[in-house]
């Protein structure tokens, strides 16, 4: 009994504002009107039913493309575009197994891993928590698959720390492992959770050193694997993957704008990346990013805002295993790019907003500081020194000022490049709001008086 | 593949806390404690495992009881004992349907209904989105069933304040609907979301009104409704319950104690209930309270922390529908109310802790304001206006200063008084930094320097 229609309606907008008051600061009546109108869900919604695969240089990502086109159309945004990008192709294959020893491990390739030969790869596994336990035991490796089984460190506050304190061993891992004669990896997945899933990821190869299959065991898996290390001294698995990476591809970055009204030639970006982890929907990686940038301009248009300057969605490609997305982006508007006044991304999940970083310096940082008064009213303005985001790291040495949506952290790894992220995982209310912040700083950046070059 | 060791495993407090450098703030060390610990979400799911329906003065709810004396012994609280409470008790029965013109809705009988007759009750659907409206079209009730439209308002930024906003037509829609003449009475479920599920809750009869059957209908049951309603002019339902009210029972709110150090004759109150609606298992309402200040507990214990001042835990029964276990309390402890220093209450679900609201006036807030610093460095030390919560409310009029912990409560109504109320709609993170939260208020209003009275 889901009725659409419930869904996108609109409260009218004399109810937001009252009649004989002042009107609230424009970041108060962007949430308002965001809570109110509650698109960002049906928007996502949408996105997924219509993509629920993405992967850079897929036939999903392409129909995530038109989805993406004929959306920006439909929300009056200007010079819709596909600006064509090549990316590097990667096929998950059918078969994604760990078995031996009477069990069945969860397990998933990780992505950009090559195949086993078809009757698997079997070996006794080597359980390691480090690179330098990795090279200690250089000796016991060859031959062998080796087991990454550092977790994310739980006591740290900041779950995106935690990812980086263990994401070497799957982005490296299987560099390393083949640096001492193993002949495959497997890597406890990144959640702060103890789940069932296995959460996928890219992992990289070097020139020099042989490529070996690589694949992501949940994180029960893994405490179940140890413990048997732990009993038995030995155990003999068989690893049988059928991905293969398969060449490039043609894919794009999706672009549209609201030509600004006085400095239509200074651009503010606000971008997110399309292309998705296959295993789940992507919903909050990076859907709900998408899903910010789209219901952000539509709610600066429905609030009766014009930019003074061109405030440019970029949905990227190839996030997830290449950033060739952003590189393309760079090269095509080499020409351009001093007039990137800001850019600014969200790809931290569809949660609740609590503010910015920036790669801002500090004397600059401060001088931002009193135009967010009214987002830090709203408990979403928070602005502090960061990297921004990753698609958009490619604009940092041609001096453009980054910003990055901070969102509340503690359930995202729970989803993050797992089956669980789909649509469910996302709440209403938190997307919204997400999109009102995004919506609130584009209009500071875009404005020359609260942003000056 | 469930590895519950694992989900209570103890990062050694070395690497907590390093060895060369000075300790850090409490508030970090009990945040940082929770969350390596991770033993709040292993501490509710061993709560609605062995009690998962939890109504005041049921055989559900005394397995709660010896649950949580057993609880807080093995926690090393002293003075652990059950004080005896009479609770109204109330049978949901089997049966609870709509039917009518080919379809069948989503409904649950409203808390202390009475039931209908067997054969139920059968009558034209009168819709109404207000009391003004109903008492306005008065002449339309008698002899129908009043159906309660108004939703929550989605625009306000606080969901209690838009449950406050559309809460009372669940409340008194009973006794409005029969003082005109309406013999029965479905109301639209309080919650945010479109979603397929009866939301419960309490509701009141009056003496010299006859009391009607009432019960909850899903907000997506609602529409529909609303639609057929709007097409038909007419719609006649059948509502049949077998709910009943069934005279008064023995209950009990638990007790336990950390005996103060310097002053224990002082009491700082920690509660939460432990009753509960039956249609899910009261993961969030309020079993994450109650986690809440056992974990607070352990956490002070844990980090080696003696308050000067006595922290007394109360589970109270009956906070869902009536207050007789807050009502007992206040009368059991009649004499010592003074010694009360101040009272903290957690029932506002297990998410993300912002802070506090109270009823300190402004300036003796004012002057708690530094003791939270650590607190507001960690997200969580916000001190605003409010009432603390429903079950220490009844100290209020003693003196008792009243502190309710604020919570992320955008996600809070998907779940409340519904079947989604379960275990895994609470984030194990989230949960633990609202426990660390409570235990860092607690050191603070247990320390006469910290908070003199």
Same mark, same amino acid.
């Given at each position: 009994?889901?009725?659409?229609?419930?869904?996108?309606?609109?409260?009218?907008?004399?109810?937001?504002?009252?009649?004989?008051?002042?009107?609230?600061?424009?970041?108060?009546?962007? +949430?308002?009107?965001?809570?109110?109108?509650?698109?960002?869900?049906?928007?996502?919604?949408?996105? +997924?039913?219509?993509?629920?695969?993405?992967?850079?240089?897929?036939?999903?990502?392409?129909?995530?493309?038109?989805?993406?086109?004929?959306?920006?159309?439909?929300?009056?945004?200007?010079?819709?575009?596909?600006?064509?990008?090549? +990316?590097?192709?990667?096929?998950?294959?059918?078969?994604?197994?760990?078995?031996?020893?009477?069990?069945?491990?969860?397990?998933?390739?990780?992505?950009?891993?090559?195949?086993?030969?078809?009757?698997?790869?079997?070996?006794?596994?080597?359980?390691?928590?480090?690179?330098?336990?990795?090279?200690?035991?250089?000796?016991?490796?060859?031959?062998?698959?080796?087991?990454?089984?550092?977790? $994310?460190?739980?006591?740290?506050?900041?779950?995106?720390?935690?990812?980086?304190?263990?994401?070497?061993?799957?982005?490296?891992?299987?560099?390393?492992?083949?640096?001492?004669?193993?002949?495959?990896?497997?890597?406890?997945? $990144?959640?702060?959770?103890?789940?069932?899933?296995?959460?996928?990821?890219?992992?990289?190869?070097?020139?020099?050193?042989?490529?070996?299959?690589?694949?992501?065991?949940?994180?029960?898996?893994?405490?179940?694997?140890?413990?048997?290390?732990?009993?038995?001294?030995?155990?003999?698995?068989?690893?049988?993957?059928?991905?293969?990476?398969?060449?490039?591809?043609?894919?794009?970055? +999706?672009?549209?704008?609201?030509?600004?009204?006085?400095?239509?030639?200074?651009?503010?970006?606000?971008?997110?990346?399309?292309?998705?982890?296959?295993?789940?929907?992507?919903?909050?990686?990076?859907?709900?990013?998408?899903? %910010?940038?789209?219901?952000?301009?539509?709610?600066?248009?429905?609030?009766?805002?014009?930019?003074?300057?061109?405030?440019?969605?970029?949905?990227?490609?190839?996030?997830?295993?290449?950033?060739?997305?952003?590189?393309?982006?760079?090269?095509? %508007?080499?020409?351009?790019?001093?007039? !990137?006044?800001?850019?600014?991304?969200?790809?931290?999940?569809?949660?609740?907003?609590?503010?910015?970083?920036?790669?801002?310096?500090?004397?600059?940082?401060?001088?931002?500081?009193?135009?967010?008064?009214?987002?830090?009213?709203?408990?979403?303005?928070?602005?502090?020194?960061?990297?921004?985001?990753?698609?958009?790291?490619?604009?940092?040495? %041609?001096?453009?000022?980054?910003?990055?949506?901070?969102?509340?952290? !503690?359930?995202?790894?729970?989803?993050?490049?797992?089956?669980?992220?789909?649509?469910?995982?996302?709440?209403?209310?938190?997307?919204?709001?997400?999109?009102?912040?995004?919506?609130? $700083?584009?209009?500071?950046?875009?404005?020359?008086?609260?942003?000056?070059?």
């Amino acid at each position: 009994m889901l009725i659409l229609s419930a869904l996108v309606a609109v409260v009218p907008q004399g109810e937001l504002e009252g009649d004989a008051t002042p009107p609230p600061p424009v970041a108060e009546r962007l +949430v308002e009107r965001a809570l109110a109108d509650n698109r960002a869900h049906a928007l996502l919604a949408d996105l +997924v039913a219509a993509a629920p695969q993405r992967l850079a240089g897929s036939p999903g990502m392409a129909r995530a493309r038109e989805w993406a086109k004929a959306t920006m159309t439909a929300l009056g945004l200007e010079n819709v575009r596909v600006e064509p990008v090549t +990316v590097p192709r990667w096929e998950r294959g059918e078969t994604a197994t760990l078995t031996g020893d009477g069990v069945r491990f969860d397990v998933a390739a990780l992505g950009g891993s090559i195949g086993t030969p078809e009757g698997g790869i079997t070996a006794p596994v080597l359980m390691v928590r480090s690179f330098e336990e990795l090279r200690a035991r250089a000796d016991e490796a060859k031959g062998r698959i080796v087991f990454f089984n550092r977790p $994310m460190p739980r006591v740290l506050r900041n779950t995106f720390r935690a990812y980086g304190a263990a994401v070497p061993q799957r982005g490296n891992g299987a560099i390393e492992a083949a640096k001492v004669g193993a002949v495959a990896a497997i890597v406890r997945s $990144m959640t702060t959770l103890l789940d069932d899933l296995p959460h996928t990821g890219t992992l990289r190869y070097e020139d020099g050193v042989p490529p070996i299959p690589a694949a992501a065991i949940s994180t029960n898996g893994a405490e179940a694997l140890a413990a048997r290390i732990a009993e038995q001294g030995t155990v003999e698995l068989t690893l049988r993957l059928d991905c293969r990476p398969a060449g490039e591809g043609r894919c794009g970055n +999706v672009v549209g704008e609201i030509r600004g009204t006085r400095a239509p030639e200074e651009i503010v970006l606000i971008g997110a990346h399309l292309d998705a982890w296959d295993l789940g929907h992507g919903a909050h990686d990076d859907g709900a990013g998408c899903v %910010h940038c789209l219901e952000a301009v539509r709610l600066i248009l429905a609030c009766g805002l014009r930019p003074a300057r061109t405030v440019r969605v970029v949905l990227f490609t190839n996030e997830e295993n290449g950033l060739r997305g952003a590189r393309g982006y760079a090269e095509a %508007h080499a020409d351009e790019l001093a007039a !990137h006044v800001a850019a600014l991304e969200t790809d931290r999940g569809g949660f609740e907003p609590k503010g910015f970083d920036t790669t801002l310096e500090e004397a600059a940082r401060r001088r931002l500081v009193p135009a967010l008064a009214p987002l830090r009213e709203l408990g979403m303005g928070a602005l502090i020194e960061g990297g921004g985001g990753a698609d958009i790291s490619v604009l940092r040495p %041609h001096g453009v000022p980054l910003f990055g949506l901070i969102v509340a952290d !503690h359930r995202y790894f729970d989803f993050h490049h797992s089956a669980a992220d789909v649509l469910g995982a996302v709440n209403e209310r938190e997307l919204a709001l997400g999109a009102a912040a995004v919506a609130a $700083m584009t209009v500071v950046l875009a404005d020359p008086e609260l942003f000056p070059r």
